[in-house]
């Protein structure tokens, strides 16, 4: 077995320059521009960790989902405090959450041909509270925790009723509760990752669809009217994205004005075949609506 130390593999990739800075990007288009603008203002910007806008645009596109999940709570959480991004940080940065967002989704979808869609939301559920989606030992703790803080409350307050007290009624705080982190949107991520696994031959194309809808036409460029493209943009395309775009809505409402223009593009240039329209009726309608988590 032949070892190369990280040095010399650095060195060897400068030299062959095998790795494109941004895919799909050639010569001084819109989007390198932007994209260099863009990293000028993120690091102007305190409230924003670098390390969260590099694992939206690179490493989420091969992370197991409950680690996006969580990088958008994350995301929500920054901006629903008062960070306001300015432009082109937030429009480049919404098409990577939209992106993200459907390579989870994608991962997610082929997980439940495995364990089921209960089975990848506990995962889900489980990896979002621990970081690992099949270790249970923390959760297990927590609930034992749970229940031993319910089992002396209530030996407490017998005990106050018996010594003449008048029982005051305040609701018992939740060890589990704490450390789980479930957004009410997960419902509807779910229902976007099993939409996309019964369409797959649409979802494979969804990514490069979001990469020249965002990435390319919402800049102003023409490359995605190229007809080698066609494929990418039918009624269907749209359909799917329409679901993705109501999670984005639902997950990071602040980025969401950013990703609706996408839905107004062309997507006509692939007729449907009958028994893609049929599938299509019976496949893509609106989502559900959020019920909590529940």
């Given amino acids: 077995m032949d070892l190369i130390g990280t040095a010399e593999l650095t060195r060897r990739e400068q030299v062959l320059q095998h790795l494109p800075e941004h895919f799909g990007v050639i010569g001084d288009t819109p989007f390198k521009v932007q994209s260099a603008e863009a990293d000028r203002q993120l690091k102007k910007i305190g409230d924003l960790p670098p390390g969260l806008v590099a694992f939206l645009r690179h490493d989420a596109l091969l992370a197991d989902p409950h680690r996006t999940l969580g990088a958008l709570i994350t995301l929500d959480e920054i901006l629903t405090s008062g960070t306001v991004l300015p432009a082109p940080l937030a429009p480049l940065l919404a098409g990577h959450v939209l992106q993200a967002l459907i390579a989870a ?101 969804l990514p490069q669809t979001i990469d020249l809808a965002v990435f390319d036409a919402a800049l102003g460029a023409d490359t995605w009217q190229a007809p080698a493209f066609d494929h990418l943009f039918s009624l269907e395309h749209r359909q799917a994205l329409a679901v993705a775009v109501t999670c984005v809505e639902r997950a990071v409402p602040a980025l969401a004005s950013y990703v609706f223009p996408v839905l107004d593009l062309p997507f006509k240039r692939t007729k449907t075949s009958a028994l893609d329209a049929g599938a299509t009726n019976s496949t893509w309608h609106e989502p559900r609506p959020d019920t909590g988590g529940e």
Avoid: K, N
Avoid at 116 to 132: A, C, M, P, V
């Fill in 105 to 205: 989704a994608l991962r997610a979808g082929g997980r439940t041909d495995t364990v089921g869609s209960e089975g990848t939301r506990q995962e889900i559920e489980q990896g979002l509270g621990t970081g690992d989606p099949h270790d249970r030992q923390l959760l297990r703790v927590a609930e034992m925790a749970d229940t031993l803080l319910r089992q002396e409350l209530t030996a407490l307050h017998r005990a106050y009723r018996t010594a003449g007290a008048a029982a005051i009624e305040r609701p018992v705080p939740s060890v589990r509760s704490a450390i789980s982190q479930i957004p009410a949107w997960l419902v509807t991520f779910m229902d976007l990752a099993e939409r996309l696994r019964r369409r797959s031959p649409i979802a494979r194309q």
